[in-house]
């Protein structure tokens, strides 16, 4: 299993970004998908999910009506639209292999991306 | 929201045993998942589903659960088990995930 973290960069408050995670090593349209967050020295935090196939998304609220998530099966890849960004998204952002489940299981994230750094401030 | 409290830090002389906890409530009717964060690195699962061991983590380490407080054993502290320790649930019936506030362990 290989996950691929990109997108990150410096942007000003209030703009926008896109991350990706490109997957490889296994059937990528069986598997729950996360994005999880550290800021700088602390802890992590869980941001969103989707489903197999796009259908299911949850966000945490600290992100919720700002942050998108999606997918593309037929590339193997994740992403992470986010907008409105504030200085408090400073974080290093890690894709996440979630569960296979159908319905969905508590699996643990067992892959994780090497992370991409967002950094917000003018 | 939910939430998983843990010890900030915990110190350890090699050789000896850290026990580390994870409180929250009704975490008994949840499943727990433990991580392990190296410095400049990212976590790795060392306990999942409360006391499951995946292969390649040393037998070491353990897991176990009692009322509202789920707990991560390190026996016998090696150097390189210095590192962020953090727990991990879904809150049901969404997927939504929820980490511990994380415990960093020191070797003395």
């Known amino acids: 299993v290989l996950l691929v973290d990109s997108g990150g960069d410096l942007v000003q408050p209030g703009g926008s970004l896109r991350l990706s995670c490109a997957a490889s090593?296994?059937?990528?349209?069986?598997?729950?998908m996360s994005w999880v967050r550290q800021a700088p020295g602390k802890g992590l935090e869980w941001v969103a999910n989707?489903?197999?196939?796009?259908?299911?998304?949850y966000f945490a609220d600290s992100v919720k009506g700002r942050f998108t998530i999606s997918r593309d099966n037929a590339r193997d890849s994740m992403y992470l639209q986010l907008n409105n960004l504030r200085a408090e998204d400073t974080a290093m952002y890690y894709c996440?292999?979630?569960?296979?489940?159908?319905?969905?299981?508590?699996?643990?994230?067992?892959?994780w991306g090497q992370g991409t750094l967002v950094i917000v401030s003018s | 929201s939910y939430v998983l409290t843990q010890p900030p830090s915990v110190s350890v002389a090699p050789g000896e045993t850290a026990r580390i906890t994870c409180g929250g409530d009704?975490?008994?009717?949840?499943?727990v998942h433990w991580y392990q964060q190296k410095a400049g690195q990212a976590p790795v699962v060392v306990i999942y589903?409360?006391?499951g061991r995946p292969s390649g983590i040393p037998e070491r380490f353990s897991g176990s659960k009692s009322g509202n407080t789920a707990t991560l054993t390190i026996s016998r502290v090696e150097a390189g088990d210095e590192a962020d320790y953090y727990c991990?649930?879904?809150?049901?019936?969404?997927?939504?995930?929820?980490f511990g506030t994380g415990t960093t362990v020191t070797v003395l």
């Open positions: 589903y409360d006391d």
């Open positions: 009704n975490i008994g009717s949840k499943s």
């Open positions: 989707i489903n197999q196939d796009g259908t299911e998304k």
């Open positions: 991990q649930v879904w809150n049901s019936p969404d997927h939504l995930g929820v």
């Open positions: 090593g296994f059937i990528f349209s069986n598997y729950w």
């Open positions: 996440a292999k979630d569960t296979s489940g159908r319905p969905v299981r508590p699996d643990p994230l067992d892959d």
